[in-house]
């Protein structure tokens, strides 16, 4: 069965220290790994897809990087509206359509 | 904006009774999800619909039970709730084939007393 695992599960930075979450995953056959920002009360919202290991996408102060067991989001000198959920999941050739979702991690950035 | 709208935003309901919560799609999308996300945990896979028929399902009993329209909307019906049926209720469209990017909802915040 796919498996996500995101640590830590909560991470408290000030305003320019750079810092990284982890996502590790076990999955038969890997279709994609998406990350999603979640705010308080609302969806999530859709960050990045990596397909393959090697493979990073940056936006902003934000870049992903995936490996054959894990993917990283390091962020870059946070701001305070940074804070907010990071979600990762992924998708299996076994499982069309499902997004099996780690916990996620809760950052909070602060001035 | 994701092009995602789901509704009513808030819902409270007693242990038995049934609910309907509502999804429309972004225009286009073929691919409609839906998700149950209890507080501090990450969203559940209930099940999928393609060109309006259930396509892949989680680890959720029958009386969960879905349908989806033509017109892009969708509904999740829960059937006899119980209270730890109390989560938030997520749908996500997307386009089959397109890289299979989920696009969110604000959800539903369904409580059950």
């Known amino acids: 069965e796919d498996q996500v695992t995101q640590s830590p599960e909560a991470l408290r930075l000030q305003e320019g220290e750079s810092s990284s979450l982890n996502c590790s995953y076990t999955?038969?056959?890997?279709?994609?790994l998406f990350w999603y920002r979640q705010d308080p009360g609302k969806g999530p919202e859709f960050l990045f897809t990596?397909?393959?290991a090697g493979e990073e996408k940056e936006k902003e102060r934000l870049k992903a990087t995936l490996t054959k067991k894990e993917s990283f989001l390091h962020i870059t000198a946070p701001k305070p509206e940074d804070s907010a959920t990071y979600l990762c999941?992924?998708?299996?050739?076994?499982?069309?359509?499902?997004?099996?979702f780690g916990a996620g991690t809760q950052v909070v950035v602060t001035p | 904006e994701t092009g995602v709208t789901q509704s009513p935003t808030h819902l409270i309901k007693t242990r038995g009774q049934q609910v309907t919560l509502r999804c429309s799609s972004q225009?286009?999308?073929?691919?409609v999800s839906w998700y149950q996300q209890a507080l501090g945990q990450g969203p559940q896979f209930i099940f999928q619909?393609?060109?309006?028929?259930?396509?892949g399902r989680g680890n959720f009993p029958p009386r969960f039970s879905g349908l989806q329209f033509p017109n892009y909307s969708s509904e999740l019906n829960v059937n006899a709730l119980e209270l730890d049926d109390s989560a938030l209720y997520l749908c996500?469209?997307?386009?089959?084939?397109?890289?299979?990017?989920?696009?969110f909802g604000a959800g539903t915040r369904l409580s059950v007393l």
């Open positions: 996500a469209s997307s386009l089959s084939g397109a890289k299979n990017i989920q696009y």
């Open positions: 999941a992924v998708q299996s050739t076994d499982s069309w359509g499902k997004f099996q």
């Open positions: 999955v038969s056959g890997l279709r994609g």
């Open positions: 619909y393609y060109r309006e028929e259930e396509n």
């Open positions: 990596l397909y393959s």
């Open positions: 225009s286009g999308h073929n691919t």
